[in-house]
């Protein structure tokens, strides 16, 4: 049996340095130069191990889904009760929206350059989106059922402002908004609860 070449780089490496070009700059405006470099690899290699530009961008997405969905579960399923552990997310979200060059959620921003497709990252895009909001209700549900948490809207709308307001502030960030600002929001939003 004939065998290639072995991989002469480290694909998690890859995908997070091609993560951080499509962070900064979106699909469309990520060029194959720039994903190489940054990659420090060649085309022949890209091709080989990812496959054309935009199975690299599925790659690297489901890549940052699996980390800060992981992260963002973690946060919920804290040793705080229901309420404290949604109160900490949101928290959570303004320390990250708020840190020095923070280019905002890529979660957010797949929805935001492939929402109105149906299918492939758009659809993995929604569904991690309604994973995180299904976990919050769940927390909020709970909140509710110990007696902890008087909301005047439901759970499930709870937990769909609280979604909105992360991509909120995901664009704030994108858009530079000082900490302060991001603060601001993170503060009201609490406030809310």
Same mark, same amino acid.
């Given at each position: ?7 002469? !780089? /480290? ?16 699909? #469309?405006?990520? =060029? $194959? #130069? ?5 990659? +420090?690899?060649?085309?022949?290699? @890209? &091709? ?8 690299? &961008? ?5 890549? &940052? $889904? ?6 963002? @579960?973690?946060?919920? /399923? %804290? ?7 949604? *109160?900490?997310?949101?928290? $959570?979200?303004?320390? !990250? ?7 905002? $959620? !890529?979660? +957010? ?7 109105? #497709? *149906? ?14 909001? +299904?976990? @919050? ?13 008087? %909301?005047?809207?439901?759970?499930? #709308? @709870?937990?769909? !402002? ?24 993170? /503060? =009201? =939003?609490?406030?809310?609860?």
């Amino acid at each position: 049996m004939v065998r290639g070449r072995p991989r002469e !780089f /480290d694909e998690k490496q890859a995908l997070e340095a091609a993560l951080e070009v499509f962070w900064r700059k979106g699909y #469309e405006g990520a =060029t $194959c #130069e720039e994903l190489l470099s940054a990659m +420090d690899i060649n085309s022949g290699s @890209m &091709y080989a191990a990812f496959g054309d530009k935009k199975v690299l &961008y599925d790659r690297v997405f489901e890549l &940052y $889904c699996q980390n800060a969905l992981g992260q963002g @579960m973690k946060v919920l /399923d %804290g040793p705080g009760s229901p309420l404290e552990n949604v *109160k900490a997310l949101v928290r $959570c979200w303004g320390g !990250f929206m708020s840190s020095p060059g923070c280019k905002g $959620c !890529f979660i +957010d921003h797949t929805l935001i350059e492939f929402g109105n #497709e *149906k299918k492939g990252v758009a659809q993995l895009a929604r569904r991690a989106m309604k994973r995180m909001q +299904d976990a @919050m209700e769940q927390k909020l549900i709970a909140a509710r059922d110990s007696g902890e948490w008087v %909301g005047e809207v439901g759970p499930a #709308e @709870m937990a769909a !402002f609280l979604v909105n307001t992360k991509q909120g502030l995901s664009v704030m960030a994108r858009a530079g908004a000082g900490k302060k600002a991001i603060q601001a929001v993170v /503060d =009201t =939003t609490l406030s809310l609860m």
